[in-house]
């Protein structure tokens, strides 16, 4: 059976849509599959730019009726926290229709216990979730370097598979490689099928992610923090590159929670938040 898995990055500036003259920040989500064990298959990956807040939530609600989801990662920072109290309204809009949602919430959300949907993880220390699997460190800076280190193995090991590279780019000059020429060709284009869309747009977060390193002095070597960790970097955008690893991280985070689950209780079934269904 395959379980559904939702990464999101929000981040505060974005350039705008060109087409509507206005500005706003960028915000990207992907959608992952997985079973209890296997490879990991990205469905698809979508970014946008010149929205707010709110559309960001209505937008991760729309991908959760279609998906189903088991978990969402996400991001609190760069204005993560206001689209985490967007996602806990019942009613939401997506700036060109209102409707009706079941909030979506963290499992520590106690105002709307029982009223909510508890799918929603912060990418942050003290989460219930993140002590449960073990996540328990000294600074953010080493969640973040573990994270990284995952994702990395995953690659390394073939869990992580996706899907072929979209045959739809351009020949030579913005379909070259260099992101930022594809990113604006693809900004350019109306009237795609969602699916080469997505198909696009998941080539592009791979492309960012190539883009992601470790911060280093002039001589190239790394500079550690005063934990002696990582700091990782980026000439170009990297949300979308992010939304992609969050996912990889809620699926690792689920499967680690099957695991003890099923020691604690092999004969019963669980949520993702250790609730018996």
Excluded at 80 to 93: A, F, M, S, T, W
Excluded at 180 to 189: A, G, K, S, T, V
Excluded at 205 to 220: H, N, R, T, W, Y
């Amino acid at each position: 059976m395959w379980h559904y898995f939702g990464g999101s990055d929000y981040a505060r500036g974005g350039t705008g849509d060109p087409r509507s003259r206005r500005s706003g920040d960028d915000f990207a989500l992907a959608t992952a599959r997985a079973q209890e064990a296997g490879p990991i298959q990205f469905v698809n990956v979508w970014r946008y730019t010149g929205i707010e807040a709110n559309q960001a939530a209505a937008m991760i609600h729309r991908h959760d009726q279609a998906f189903q989801y088991s978990l969402l990662v996400m991001d609190p920072n760069g204005g993560g926290l206001e689209v985490r109290d967007d996602l806990r309204k019942p009613i939401q809009n997506d700036g060109a229709s209102q409707f009706a949602v079941t909030p979506m919430i963290t499992e520590w959300d106690e105002q709307l216990a029982g009223a909510g949907n508890p799918k929603l993880v912060l990418f942050k220390r003290g989460e219930p979730i993140m002590d449960r699997c073990g996540f328990i460190f000294p600074s953010e800076s080493h969640l973040v370097n573990k994270l990284h280190d995952l994702f990395r193995r995953g690659l390394m090991n073939g869990e992580v598979q996706a899907p072929p590279p979209w045959a739809g780019w351009p020949r030579g000059g913005r379909g070259s490689g260099n992101v930022d020429q594809m990113r604006l060709w693809l900004n350019e284009q109306v009237g795609m099928q969602p699916h080469e869309r997505a198909a696009a747009e998941i080539d592009l977060a791979f492309l960012q992610l190539i883009s992601v390193g470790q911060k280093a002095d002039k001589e190239g070597k790394p500079l550690l923090d005063k934990y002696n960790q990582f700091t990782f970097v980026s000439r170009r955008k990297k949300d979308a590159a992010y939304a992609l690893i969050y996912c990889y991280f809620g699926i690792h985070l689920w499967r680690t929670l099957q695991s003890l689950q099923e020691k604690e209780d092999p004969d019963a079934e669980f949520s993702a938040f250790g609730q018996e269904v």
